[in-house]
Nanobody, 129 residues
Framework: QVHLVESGGDSVQAGGSLGLSCAVS????????MGWFRQASGKEREWVAI???????RYQISVKGRFTVSYDNAANRLDLQMNSLEPEDSGVYYC???????????????????????WGSGTQVIVSS
């Protein structure tokens, strides 16, 4: 049973920075995909950033260059560093994890909510202008 617990959500001014963390426990996948989704009020949940077991990262175009996702193996912690925050970044941020699919080109990870069976309960980020 994979257990994910997010922390770090807060209220910040536009242009500021915030770091989110997710404590990860219980997974035994040798090939994995972990990452962050977010859901703004009245909008659908969307993927933000994903990292796989080969440390390859993927970013939603709207956050590329501003957000950095990383995984600390020793601490079993998934992090998301968010810089140059914009009001559009506001929402509940969810940590996700699931098996990755090894391919000849690296690990294949889903960008859909249905591709992840393990979710944290979320942490709120509010960016004010």
């Amino acid at each position: 049973q994979v257990h994910l617990v997010e922390s770090g959500g807060d209220s910040v001014q536009a242009g500021g920075s915030l770091g989110l963390s997710c404590a990860v426990s219980g997974y035994t996948y040798s090939s994995y995909c972990m990452g962050w989704f977010r859901q703004a009020s009245g909008k659908e949940r969307e993927w933000v950033a994903i990292i796989d077991s080969e440390r390859t990262t993927r970013y939603q175009i709207s956050v590329k260059g501003r957000f950095t996702v990383s995984y600390d193996n020793a601490a079993n912690r998934l992090d998301l560093q968010m810089n140059s925050l914009e009001p559009e970044d506001s929402g509940v941020y969810y940590c996700v994890a699931d098996r990755g699919t090894p391919t000849a080109f690296g690990v294949s990870c889903s960008g859909s909510t249905t591709g992840y069976s393990n979710w944290g309960s979320g942490t709120q980020v509010i960016v004010s202008s």
